[in-house]
């Protein structure tokens, strides 16, 4: 039967945090419920889906009041929730796609025959058109994503939760998932709590919608339509993505500008085996170039080849001399200190990229590697902290920060001495429409300081600011 969802003063804090991710919270979701969670980037939101999922252990923080699920503790009901992850990759088990995609509903005894039947369906239903034997591993993020919803899916729970579903997904995906989605809790009765900063997206497909603020304080609640039409505007100037209310950047007018690298014949892969022709360009400095394309066509691969993270298959990639200063070769030829202060990539799973114990080690790092003074480092550490709304997690470590909050250090970190090219894949997925804001006014000002940045995404309104684009298509590249 359907779950239903209860807190009653419910409060949890990560160990070693100091302040409460969320604290206080009264939250009742009926049976069957198909409810869109929404708040600033921060405001507890994942945490809550985790703690429903049973997947908050005593040891990871406290917590006080009471979250129950049917009455009872999350943790002593396994197989109740299915969640699908913030980071797709953190939710790949098993090597094969078709066993991942198997493993949630194995576990819960369901026979050989049924599972089989399952997964088919499942993978089928989020669109993801690859032989079982596929390596997940080697699955781009957004098929990932589509991937781990299969697997929960697979499992039939009576509760689906979902955070961030589709952030890593190209436009047709977005609607091809949440239709399965829809099409999985209409068939199941499964109640839905669906975590997604952009309302446009779910406000078909759910009944009631519920805004969180800082430190889980229910600022809103009730049918979407209604809590739109009468706090729209309360509710964007918090942050959420409230349809019709994008929000606006501000850039100085763009000067004359140069190439700071262009390509030559080139086919970009993953283990020598061409995956992408990409035609003679130039990307110029100073200027935002966008890759879009549908999920697994090799935006990622492209700019990690262009970041010298991944050989060429074929072909050249040229770094001018102003970005080569002196080196020869391309930047798959240059060491890891020559790539210091030309070339900085920030990866789709921002976990993979940190380095140190603490927020302000981190937005330190490539200060201290280029030997600023320590004046110079805590200046502009402090303000990428206000920018980025870092300053309470100052001295949190990296890993325990939200999705989004991950996301915005990691740029940040990047951007704390702007390269002369940034490769950036999805750098702004899970963000509310503030944050979003500032993180696009910091990368727009390291490009108008002559940094040229070229961002992996599916986000549009980014792509709306962008001053260029490269649009890949199945086994090509268009300039756009």
């Given at each position: 039967?359907?779950?239903?969802?209860?807190?009653?003063?419910?409060?949890?804090r990560?160990?070693?945090?100091?302040?409460?991710?969320?604290?206080g919270?009264d939250l009742e979701?009926?049976?069957?419920?198909?409810?869109?969670?929404?708040?600033?980037?921060?405001?507890?939101?994942?945490?809550?889906?985790?703690?429903?999922?049973?997947?908050?252990?005593?040891?990871?923080?406290?917590?006080?009041?009471?979250?129950?699920?049917?009455?009872?503790?999350?943790r002593?009901?396994?197989?109740?929730?299915?969640?699908?992850?913030?980071?797709?990759?953190?939710?790949?088990?098993?090597?094969r796609?078709?066993?991942?995609?198997?493993?949630?509903?194995?576990?819960?005894?369901v026979?050989?025959?049924?599972?089989?039947?399952?997964?088919?369906?499942?993978?089928a239903?989020v669109?993801?058109d690859?032989?079982?034997?596929t390596a997940?591993?080697?699955?781009?993020?957004?098929?990932?994503?589509?991937?781990a919803?299969?697997?929960?899916?697979?499992?039939?729970?009576?509760?689906?939760?979902?955070?961030?579903?589709?952030?890593?997904?190209?436009?047709a995906?977005?609607?091809?998932?949440?239709?399965?989605?829809?099409?999985?809790?209409?068939?199941?009765?499964?109640?839905?709590?669906?975590?997604?900063?952009?309302?446009?997206?779910?406000?078909?497909?759910?009944?009631?919608?519920?805004?969180?603020?800082?430190?889980?304080a229910?600022?809103?609640?009730?049918?979407?339509?209604?809590?739109?039409?009468?706090?729209g505007?309360?509710?964007a100037?918090?942050?959420v993505w409230?349809?019709?209310?994008?929000?606006?950047?501000?850039?100085?007018?763009?000067?004359?500008?140069?190439?700071?690298?262009?390509?030559?014949?080139?086919?970009?892969?993953?283990?020598?085996?061409g995956?992408?022709?990409?035609p003679?360009?130039?990307?110029?400095?100073?200027?935002?170039?966008?890759?879009?394309?549908?999920?697994?066509?090799?935006?990622?691969?492209?700019?990690?080849?262009?970041?010298?993270?991944?050989?060429?298959?074929?072909?050249?990639?040229?770094?001018?001399?102003?970005?080569?200063?002196?080196?020869?070769?391309?930047?798959?030829?240059?060491?890891?200190?020559?790539?210091?202060?030309?070339?900085?990539?920030?990866?789709?799973?921002?976990?993979?990229?940190?380095?140190?114990?603490?927020?302000?080690?981190?937005?330190?790092?490539?200060?201290?590697?280029?030997?600023?003074?320590?004046?110079?480092v805590?200046?502009?550490?402090?303000?990428?902290?206000?920018?980025?709304?870092?300053?309470?997690?100052?001295?949190?470590?990296?890993?325990?920060?939200?999705?989004?909050?991950?996301?915005?250090?990691?740029?940040?970190?990047a951007?704390?001495?702007?390269?002369?090219?940034?490769?950036?894949?999805?750098?702004?997925?899970?963000?509310?429409?503030?944050?979003?804001?500032?993180?696009?006014?910091?990368?727009?000002?390291?490009?108008?300081?002559?940094?040229?940045?070229?961002?992996?995404?599916?986000?549009?309104?980014l792509?709306?600011?962008?001053?260029?684009?490269?649009?890949?298509?199945?086994?090509?590249?268009?300039?756009?």
């Amino acid at each position: 039967m359907p779950a239903v969802v209860e807190a009653r003063g419910w409060g949890w804090r990560h160990a070693g945090r100091r302040p409460w991710a969320v604290d206080g919270l009264d939250l009742e979701v009926a049976a069957g419920e198909r409810v869109l969670l929404l708040g600033p980037s921060g405001s507890g939101k994942s945490t809550l889906l985790a703690a429903l999922a049973g997947v908050l252990a005593e040891d990871q923080g406290e917590s006080r009041g009471s979250l129950t699920l049917d009455g009872r503790q999350p943790r002593a009901v396994p197989g109740r929730a299915g969640l699908v992850l913030q980071d797709p990759q953190s939710q790949v088990i098993l090597p094969r796609v078709g066993d991942d995609a198997a493993f949630g509903a194995e576990n819960l005894g369901v026979p050989a025959d049924e599972v089989r039947a399952r997964v088919t369906a499942a993978l089928a239903a989020v669109g993801l058109d690859v032989p079982l034997d596929t390596a997940a591993t080697r699955l781009s993020g957004g098929r990932q994503q589509r991937l781990a919803l299969a697997g929960v899916l697979a499992m039939r729970p009576d509760l689906v939760l979902l955070d961030e579903p589709t952030a890593n997904l190209d436009p047709a995906g977005v609607l091809e998932v949440r239709d399965a989605v829809a099409g999985a809790v209409d068939a199941t009765g499964a109640t839905l709590i669906v975590v997604e900063h952009r309302v446009a997206v779910w406000a078909e497909v759910v009944d009631r919608v519920v805004v969180l603020g800082p430190g889980g304080a229910l600022i809103a609640d009730g049918d979407p339509a209604a809590v739109l039409e009468a706090q729209g505007r309360f509710l964007a100037d918090r942050g959420v993505w409230v349809p019709g209310r994008s929000p606006a950047v501000r850039r100085a007018p763009l000067a004359p500008s140069a190439p700071i690298l262009s390509t030559e014949r080139l086919v970009v892969g993953r283990d020598r085996r061409g995956v992408l022709d990409v035609p003679d360009t130039a990307l110029p400095a100073a200027r935002l170039t966008a890759l879009t394309g549908p999920n697994g066509v090799g935006k990622t691969t492209l700019a990690l080849t262009l970041g010298g993270l991944l050989p060429p298959v074929g072909g050249r990639v040229l770094p001018a001399p102003a970005l080569a200063d002196g080196l020869r070769g391309g930047p798959w030829s240059w060491r890891s200190r020559e790539l210091l202060g030309r070339v900085s990539v920030v990866f789709q799973s921002p976990q993979h990229q940190f380095l140190t114990g603490t927020v302000r080690d981190e937005l330190a790092v490539g200060l201290r590697a280029l030997r600023r003074t320590p004046a110079e480092v805590a200046a502009r550490v402090d303000e990428l902290l206000e920018r980025l709304d870092l300053v309470r997690l100052a001295e949190a470590n990296p890993f325990t920060l939200s999705g989004g909050q991950q996301r915005r250090l990691s740029v940040g970190s990047a951007l704390a001495v702007p390269p002369r090219l940034l490769l950036l894949d999805e750098p702004t997925f899970g963000q509310d429409a503030l944050t979003w804001a500032a993180l696009v006014a910091l990368l727009l000002e390291g490009v108008a300081e002559g940094s040229a940045a070229v961002a992996a995404t599916h986000d549009p309104e980014l792509v709306a600011v962008a001053d260029g684009r490269v649009a890949l298509e199945r086994e090509r590249a268009v300039l756009a």
